[in-house]
Every structure is written in C-alpha cells, then in structure tokens.
T-cell receptor, first 116, second 115 residues
Framework: DTGVSQDPRHKITKRGQNVTFRCDPI?????LYWYRQTLGQGPEFLTY????????KSRLLSDRFSAERPKGSFSTLEIQRTEQGDSAMYLC??????????????FGQGTRLTVV | AQSVTQPDIHITVSEGASLELRCNYS??????LFWYVQSPGQGLQLLLK??????LVQGIKGFEAEFKRSQSSFNLRKPSVHWSDAAEYFC?????????????FGQGTELSVKP
C-alpha cells in the first residue's frame, strides 16, 4: 500500500474556473476526510465520508464546493467559480473505523491550489 | 467549543539541544490527542498519539509527549534535536469515533534548528 494519494499535486487556475481534485485513500479505509490549509495555519476540517455517505460538512464548505465518494473508494472535491480566497493546500486523509475507536488518520501530500 | 492552542508560532533551537513544544486543548470529553509534523509543501506525518492509558507516549523519530489532564496540555518533547527535525509541528485533538473522528488542529509551531 502506497498510502493516501492526491492528484494533482499543484493546480493553477484563473478566477472563475472550476477545478476538481482527486483523493485515493488507503485501501479498505472506510473514512475519508478533506481539510483545507492556508498559509501559516493548521488544517481546517471541510467534510468527511464514511464509505460512500457524506456524514458531515463544515461551514467552510460553501455551496461552490462539492465532494463525492462514489462506491466508497476514491473521492473528488470540486470547487466551482473559484475565487482568490480558495487558494490553499487541500489535504485528504483516510482512517479505518475499528471496533472500539478510530485509528489515526493518514494524510496525503495535498493539492496546492493557486487562483490567479 | 473545541480548540487547540499552540502558544509558540516559531521556535529556534541549537542542534543537540532539547526541545519542548507546547499544546493546550479545550475539549468536553476525553480527548484523542495527536502530534503531526509537516515538511514544506508536504502532507502531515503522524509523530505520536494518545488515546488512553499511559500518559507518556512515545513516537517516531525519538519524540515523546505527555498528556496532563489537569493542565489540558499535551506537550511534545525531544531530548536532542537533529537538523532534520526542522519542520512545522501541529497538535490536534480528535473527535471520538462515534463523532466522525475529525481533527481540530492548532496553528502550528515552526521549528528551526541552528547548526
């Protein structure tokens, strides 16, 4: 297993364009998380899935953002009509829901989005 | 409200010196606590975690952390810092498994190591 994989690693887009990021979690991890990290800050929770169900969305996830996890495997995060304020590192993480507690989350290397 | 505070934004230590990074949390229930490290432009790597039991936990790369419930703290320590330890360090508190397991991060502490 090569860990959590995110694609692309870097994305530069013009304001107003749509972008989509992909995350491939560790095999058989049933939980998948998206976080956003701006410069000089810690990651902030955006949303998470348990299998294919999106169970929680942060207030940070405006209606321009949509995330999916079809079939409970990979996930996509789409941002429509990008704004300069969307420039950030988008991190994906996955974890396994154990019998008694969740295990730690493993993070991908992130997608760096720059909106110009 | 759940929160994590890392009081030190930037710390510089000499190579070979000891290190302590501070972390305070606010959480209503028994916390799950984590320390992650992030190199520039990279994702986060888990250093260590505390779920329950022994309050002194050992992690990778020679790091350890001590959970002190009375002080709501989970400070990270290393007896002798190496130049390769220069990075950003994040403390996080995790929601329980039945609350989704999401993480709340502090702002991070940037560690610089002097030769």
């Amino acid at each position: 297993d090569t860990g959590v994989s995110q694609d692309p690693r870097h994305k530069i887009t013009k304001r107003g364009q749509n972008v989509t990021f992909r995350c491939d979690p560790i095999s058989e991890h049933n939980r998948l998380y998206w976080y956003r990290q701006t410069l000089g800050q810690g990651p902030e929770f955006l949303t998470y899935f348990q299998n294919e169900a999106q169970l929680e969305k942060s207030r940070l996830l405006s209606d321009r953002f949509s995330a999916e996890r079809p079939k409970g495997s990979f996930s996509t995060l789409e941002i429509q009509r990008t704004e300069q304020g969307d420039s950030a590192m988008y991190l994906c993480a996955s974890s396994s829901l154990g019998r008694t507690m969740n295990t730690e989350a493993f993070f991908g290397q992130g997608t760096r989005l720059t909106v110009v | 409200a759940q929160s994590v505070t890392q009081p030190d934004i930037h710390i510089t230590v000499s190579e070979g010196a000891s290190l302590e990074l501070r972390c305070n949390y606010s959480y209503g229930a028994t916390p799950y606590l984590f320390w992650y490290v992030q190199s520039p432009g990279q994702g986060l790597q888990l250093l260590l975690k505390y779920f329950s039991g022994d309050t002194l936990v050992q992690g990778i790369k020679g790091f350890e952390a001590e959970f002190k419930r009375s002080q709501s703290s989970f400070n990270l320590r290393k007896p002798s810092v190496h130049w390769s330890d220069a990075a950003e360090y994040f403390c996080a508190v995790g929601a329980g498994w039945n609350q989704g397991g999401k993480l709340i991060f502090g702002q991070g502490t940037e560690l610089s190591v002097k030769p």
